[in-house]
């Protein structure tokens, strides 16, 4: 009776436990079927289209990856910690899983294929076009900047003829004009590495998305953004994308 009682309680106690809540997500109508975009946390994103599952910049600290699905493509915009995790990595990775990513991320991570400014692939049926992801103002104390120009990735995405810009940490550089007219973006907006409120509805005035995500924003107040683009006729979406 004395070990039945035990078990019983344990069991209690197991079930008592609330689970861990499953990020958010959206999902966007395609000519190809239906795109899922799950908003793990930062400038961590999953993509799930036609049974294939692609995440961007995988971070442990936002997410527990020994949960979710196994990776068919990853997409490294750059060789930060918060967007290169070697362990997030390992959790939804094999060693053949293909890895999209810039020069400084493989001189790290070691593996993956490298996709520079301006080159562009097809991966899973997904066309991938990488552009530039930089810094024009913010600099460190030494002067140099935080993102340096040529050294990071943004990505356009498209699934089934819809577009998706994530854009990687970046301020509002003159290249997002040759993104314009993208479905869904995703622009960062933390200090003193990326963009200001102002500068990211710079940003969403040069890429004119249908829909906008804030990312990246850590402590700024992403409602600041969807103030300053009342009236643009740009659907500012809020998630929590600290």
């Known amino acids: ?15 008592a436990v609330p689970a861990a809540a499953a990020p958010a997500s959206d999902t966007f109508d395609t000519t190809a079927g239906p795109l899922t975009v799950t908003f793990i946390g930062h400038g961590s994103l999953r993509f799930d289209f036609a049974g294939k599952t692609i995440y961007v910049d995988p971070f442990g ?5 020994s949960a979710m699905p196994p990776a068919d493509l990853v997409l490294l915009t750059h060789e930060h910690g918060d ?4 362990d997030a990595l ?14 400084a991320c493989l001189e790290k991570l070691g593996r993956g294929t490298v996709l520079e400014n301006g080159q562009t692939t097809e991966r899973l ?12 103002r913010h600099k460190r104390d030494t002067g140099d900047p935080f993102h340096p120009k040529g050294r990071g990735n943004g990505y356009v995405l498209t699934f089934g003829g819809t577009t998706v810009y994530v ?18 973006a995703f622009l960062p907006m933390n ?4 963009m200001t409120p102002e500068m990211a509805a710079h940003a969403a005035r040069l890429v004119r998305p249908t829909v906008l995500y804030p990312y990246h ?5 992403p409602k600041q953004l969807v103030s300053l683009l009342a009236g643009d006729g740009i659907e500012v979406r809020i998630r929590d994308l600290r």
């Open 1 to 15: 009776m004395l070990l039945e009682t035990l078990l019983t309680l344990a069991l209690v106690a197991t079930c």
């Open 61 to 65: 600290k936002v997410g527990d990856y």
């Open 83 to 86: 967007h290169l995790d070697p």
């Open 90 to 103: 390992a959790k939804i990775t094999g060693p053949d899983t293909p890895i999209l990513l810039t020069g």
């Open 125 to 136: 049926g997904i066309t991938i076009a990488a552009v530039p992801a930089y810094n024009l």
């Open 167 to 184: 854009a990687g940490d970046t301020e509002d550089i003159p290249e997002m004009a040759a993104v314009a007219g993208v479905d869904v």
């Open 191 to 194: 200090l003193p590495y990326t």
């Open 217 to 221: 924003y850590g402590e700024t107040d």
